[in-house]
């Protein structure tokens, strides 16, 4: 009787796993022109997208409350200015420049223990500019890191990048990213 009851329930769930697969269809996530490895789905005409993947693309914190079955999303609201000695800017010359990053944060709803800024080569290779503990920080803050030397040595699409993390992970979470094109 227990292995009638068993292969029932094995039946039944590769009937009902396979029913919500063909009713569902992969949809490709793209985002700023670029396609996400993860995939979204549409279930009944809705898409379903993992959050978890979007963190960085839309640049928000996320907290799952197991306890209370609620996902809380924190999305602060940072500037980037990249600063050299002639001022703010966003294009530089290739070459060594001595540079610094000011950020402005508000709208912080959630306590964070550090914050980091770091810079992205066109090859993808990242770079600490100056990390902060970041403990007391109050809901509005302004940050201006220390002046550093740094070679833009390729030409292409550089990235100043600060991420912060909340005091309920050990995760650094991507909340804002300013572009700098090196000609």
């Known amino acids: 009787m227990k292995t009638r009851v068993g292969v029932i329930l094995l039946i039944l769930c590769l009937w009902g796993g396979s029913l919500l697969y063909a009713m569902s269809n992969d949809v490709k996530i793209v985002v700023n022109n670029t396609e996400q490895s993860s995939k979204a789905v549409l279930i009944d005409g809705k898409v379903y997208v993992p959050l978890s993947q979007l963190t960085n693309e839309q640049q928000v914190m996320l907290n799952w409350d197991e306890e209370q079955s609620k996902l809380n999303i924190y999305k602060p609201n940072v ?55 970041a403990r007391g920080s109050k809901t509005n803050f302004w940050f201006l890191t220390d002046t550093t030397e740094y070679n833009f040595d390729k030409t292409g699409n550089y990235y100043v990048r600060l991420y912060m993390k909340p005091t309920f992970s050990k995760e650094w979470f991507l909340v804002s990213e300013k572009q700098i094109i090196a000609e």
Do not use: C, R, W, Y
């Open 79 to 133: 500037h980037l200015t990249t600063l050299s000695a002639k001022g703010a800017f966003g294009n530089v010359p290739k070459g060594t420049h001595s540079i610094s990053v000011l950020a402005q944060v508000d709208n912080l709803k959630t306590d964070i223990s550090d914050l980091k800024i770091t810079i992205t080569t066109p090859q993808n290779k990242e770079k600490l500019i100056q990390s902060l503990d």
